[in-house]
């Protein structure tokens, strides 16, 4: 017995070995460029579309009279894409389990790319009726399929090739295509909207300003040059050593939505809420803060900045995110990925219960008279604590599951959690705000992030795990 426990022991030290020497091999500028690209590019099209959502589609998809029930309408479009997510990490999660993470990153990549190229494409409410919606929501909800499986193989991609006591801050490169691609989607309409002197407190109603006949339309159309980019990348890219050991070794799961619920729910279920705040956090902070801080005052619905104005504010602000990302991977790296989340999300219940204090109209004043360094602070700490969330989460959740089914646990943990913490969060927190004011929004954000506490409380930790664990072996 003690001959059979020392060669297990040979066998995983030379495993390990082999692993390490295989991903030695390929540069680590290709894994980062792979990684990094891929998910810019799939922000990217998410954020141009949650920007027009505030601005163009309430007025050129959607009838109606009241501007809260045409913006709330638009939401409701938003919101679809979060219901395609867990669909998508299904379904790109089994081919990432059973056939590999390249293959599954470029169908990935595609479907999204396609779907936003599309939507650049499509006519209006005024041109073909009811139709325009639909295929709006139908579009929609393929770009949510394809983030879907974008995010769990882009993590396992940098992830799985990371050096012992390196993941996290490995793993954090695919998180900074966030911030990147809200900057490129948010400074291309920023350009834009300048360049045609589009401004949504006189001309978001007015369906014949240039910005709204076409000018809306660019961002989703140059979709299709970044797809050609990204397309190029990942296929130059090589297969994880992981992945490819756990093929080697005859441990490819059959079915990985099957065995992941089967041998993974709980993981599944924890992860799921481990992941909740940083989505609330997230889509308060980019696509209801936009249509807070554009609303009418006169209404109770905002602050009545000019859309312009507010686009310069996030674009400043999302550069704390883009910082803070890396420091997260550091610090998880440094004392545990638990423990770094969980006072991530101390700092984020203080933060929602400073909304009323800080963002109500009355403190930070409306239109000509708001007091912007106040807002870029309040945003930017907002945006800081993000980065502190979302940057060790690639690491966290793809190591709350075994090597075979992986893709798919992790995938299904980031997209459902899409549906609880940021498919309804716009939507909610327009409603909250006109009810109860801002203090309500920031009560709901206070609220996810002791939900996302408790469950880092039951949780363990996962900094040391081996990657090359499978089902069998767990």
Not at 320 to 325: C, E, H, I, L, M
């Amino acid at each position: 017995m003690p001959v059979t426990e020392t060669s297990a022991a040979t066998g995983s030290s030379a495993a390990a070995e082999d692993l390490t020497t295989a991903a030695e091999r390929v540069p680590r500028h290709r894994i980062i460029t792979a990684s990094l690209v891929g998910t810019t590019i799939e922000f990217y099209d998410f954020y141009v579309y949650a920007t027009a959502a505030v601005a163009v589609f309430p007025a050129l998809f959607f009838t109606g009279q009241d501007d809260t029930t045409k913006l709330l309408a638009s939401m409701a479009t938003f919101a679809a894409a979060f219901f395609g997510r867990p669909i998508g990490s299904v379904v790109f999660g089994h081919f990432g389990d059973r056939i590999g993470r390249k293959a599954t990153l470029v169908g990935a990549l595609l479907t999204m790319g396609l779907a936003t190229f599309l939507i650049g494409l499509l006519p209006t409410y005024h041109q073909i009726s009811f139709w325009a919606p639909a295929i709006l929501t139908i579009l929609r909800f393929a770009q949510g399929m394809g983030l879907g499986g974008e995010w769990s193989g882009a993590a396992l991609l940098a992830s799985e090739y990371a050096k012992p006591g390196k993941r996290a801050q490995a793993a954090m490169w695919p998180q900074l295509g966030a911030p990147l691609g809200f900057i490129l989607a948010n400074g291309f309409i920023l350009l834009l909207t300048t360049w045609m002197n589009f401004d949504s407190s006189t001309d978001a109603g007015a369906t014949d300003a240039t910005f709204m006949v076409w000018g809306w339309r660019v961002p989703f159309l140059f979709s299709i040059a970044m797809v050609a980019i990204g397309l190029y990348v990942r296929l130059k890219l090589e297969e994880t050593p992981v992945f490819k050991q756990s093929m080697r070794q005859g441990e490819k799961a059959k079915a990985p939505v099957v065995d992941a619920f089967k041998t993974a729910w709980k993981p599944m279920i924890l992860g799921t809420f481990i992941m909740l705040s940083c989505y609330v956090l997230f889509y308060l902070m980019t696509a209801w803060i936009l249509s807070y801080g554009i609303g009418n005052p006169a209404k109770g619905a905002g602050l009545g900045i000019p859309y312009h104005t507010f686009l310069k504010v996030q674009l400043l602000a999302v550069l704390f995110f883009a910082a803070f990302v890396p420091v997260s991977g550091w610090l998880a790296d440094k004392i545990g990925r638990r423990r770094q989340q969980i006072a991530t999300n101390i700092l984020l219940v203080a933060f929602g219960l400073s909304f009323g204090i800080f963002m109500a109209p009355s403190t930070l004043g409306t239109g000509e008279n708001a007091n912007i360094p106040g807002l870029v602070l309040f945003i930017s700490i907002g945006m800081a604590i993000m980065g502190l969330s979302f940057g060790s989460m690639s690491a966290y959740l793809p190591e709350l599951f075994p090597t075979n089914v992986r893709y798919t646990g992790s995938g299904i943990s980031y997209n459902v959690a899409s549906i609880l913490g940021a498919a309804i969060t716009p939507y909610v927190a327009v409603w909250l705000n006109a009810q109860g004011g801002v203090s309500a929004v920031g009560w709901y954000l206070a609220g996810a992030a002791v939900i996302t506490l408790i469950a880092l409380f039951i949780s363990h930790e996962t900094r040391d795990v081996d990657l090359t664990e499978v089902g069998s072996r767990r």
